[in-house]
């Protein structure tokens, strides 16, 4: 903090003094909390392209860089040297853990696996035909209504229950909502596994037979689960913070995350890309697929490609990239079609002025997609993985805001530009004043 200040000039008048606070690394802000009290005049900035909407010690990005840090953390570092529990613990506690603390973690998630076995019911009210993310938006709100000891935000060992109950719950949710919609038997987490190969138990194992798999596919979706675990003020992230702020249980905060998570402009991209390539179905097509996202009249967008605050290669994708050809080479998976596709894609967008121009590069999206399919895991559980990923992130950014003094409930105002007062007409008299009003 320093004790400089920004001077705002209305009509020409000097209105207002600003505190500017500096960060530690990034841009400094101007606070305008007092600027609707002092002048009368409210910001605007939709989309929030010039907002700080908290203070947070937890994720740094520097878009123009392609700089990504958890808790100062680079990474890469983290992808290549660490696992997702370390990494789990790094966010919510700040800290990597050492050997002791890391132990008791893995033993604390481990043992939150299981699910109220009533859960099952919730599922089977649901259509076999469902996205899984729909599921998942009802069925993770919902814990709210089995986990009753872990409700009360204001208790700092029921923050920690329910924290360490959604980040280990997750993965038995998004197995079972794929379970139901295949019609196979939900399977329970198995104690023995680390946390990415019980997932993957959970998905494919059946109770006639188990699932191997390599020691490779484990550890390239350990990677992804650490890459997405978070990415300070996103879309979903604030609308946890922002659900939070009233109040809300964070079982009910991490299901109204999931539901901006979906969106094809946010998570729901990884699921796009796929199908994207699916249509363009031969390489031979890729240049008419690059002409109609550069056409302005068609609504048609390159998906995994471009990003709101990365305007370099997004860091993650680098991480990607390597290992997707990894996953590739240890399945014999080389000459998957879509992802030939998906390199001349690559290759001709890294090119093209008009991506190279609006600085559009692939994102995580572009990659995770691919290597997800290589993995046997169907597209529709796409951005439930992610979800599994991010809700680390939701929960650590969450408890972080209710740990703040400064907190608020967050209440954006508006440009108002509807009508002004009206008189009220009854019924049998609107038709006439219409027609007054067209003429
Ligand atoms: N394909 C073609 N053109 C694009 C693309 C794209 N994928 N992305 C942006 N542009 C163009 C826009 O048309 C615009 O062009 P203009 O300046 O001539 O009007 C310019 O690039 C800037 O685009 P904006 O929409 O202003 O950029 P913004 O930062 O708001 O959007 C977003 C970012 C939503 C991610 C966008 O790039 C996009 O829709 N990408 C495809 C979807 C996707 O991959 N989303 C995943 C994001 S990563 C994540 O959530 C983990």
């Known amino acids: 903090m320093t004790h400089r200040t920004a001077t705002l000039t209305i009509d020409g008048k000097p209105s207002i003094e600003m505190p500017i606070y500096d960060a530690s690394e990034g841009p ?73 603390e890391r132990d008791q973690f893995e033993h604390d998630i481990t043992y939150h696996t299981m699910v109220h076995e009533q859960l099952q019911f919730l599922y089977r009210g649901f259509p076999r035909r469902a996205h899984p993310m729909a599921i998942m938006v ?31 719950k ?36 059946t109770p006639c037979e188990k699932y191997k798999v390599s020691p490779k596919i484990v550890s390239a979706m350990d990677k992804l689960l650490i890459l997405h675990a978070d990415h300070e003020q996103n879309a979903s992230t604030s609308t946890v913070r922002l659900a939070g702020s009233s109040g809300a249980n964070p079982f009910a ?39 109609r996202a550069k056409d302005k009249n068609d609504p048609f967008r390159l998906m995994g490609f471009g990003h709101r605050v990365y305007k370099n290669y997004d860091p993650r994708a680098s991480v990607l990239k390597e290992s997707c050809h ?69 929960v650590a950014q969450w408890r972080e805001m209710i740990e703040d003094p400064q907190t608020k409930i967050g209440r954006p105002r508006q440009l108002f530009t509807g009508s002004a007062s009206r008189e009220f007409v009854p019924v049998e008299k609107r038709g006439a004043a219409k027609a007054r009003s067209a003429a």
């Open 28 to 100: 400094s802000v101007i606070d305008i909390s007092k600027l609707y009290g002092q002048t009368g005049y409210f910001s605007y900035d939709p989309g929030f392209l010039s907002t700080a909407s908290c203070e947070s010690k937890i994720t740094y990005i520097d878009g123009d860089k392609g700089i990504l840090r958890y808790r100062g953390y680079d990474i890469a570092d983290l992808a290549e040297k660490s696992n997702f529990l370390e990494v789990c613990h790094l966010l919510l506690y700040g800290e990597l853990p050492d050997q002791k």
């Open 326 to 394: 990894e996953v590739l080479d240890e399945l014999g998976m080389h000459n998957e079609p879509l992802l030939k596709i998906a390199l001349e894609l690559e290759r001709i967008a890294l090119e093209d002025d008009y991506f190279v121009q609006r600085k559009l590069y692939p994102n995580v999206d572009f990659y995770s997609g691919i290597i997800y399919r290589a993995m046997g895991i169907p597209t529709q559980i796409y951005t439930v993985l992610f979800a599994i990923a991010r809700t680390v992130g939701w």
């Open 138 to 168: 009802g069925a993770v709100a919902s814990l709210s209504a089995f986990y009753h000891d872990s409700l009360n935000i204001y208790d700092e060992k029921q923050r920690e229950l329910s924290a360490l109950r959604m980040i280990a």
């Open 170 to 205: 997750m993965p038995t949710l998004a197995a079972m909502a794929y379970k139901y919609s295949i019609g196979q038997p939900f399977i329970y987490p198995n104690n023995e596994l680390s946390f990415a190969e019980n997932f993957l138990h959970m998905m494919f194992a």
């Open 253 to 291: 905060c991490i299901g109204a995350g999931i539901a901006s998570l979906w969106g094809p402009a946010h998570g729901g991209a990884n699921e796009a890309v796929i199908s994207m390539l699916e249509e363009i179905g031969d390489v031979s097509k890729v240049s008419e697929c690059i002409k």
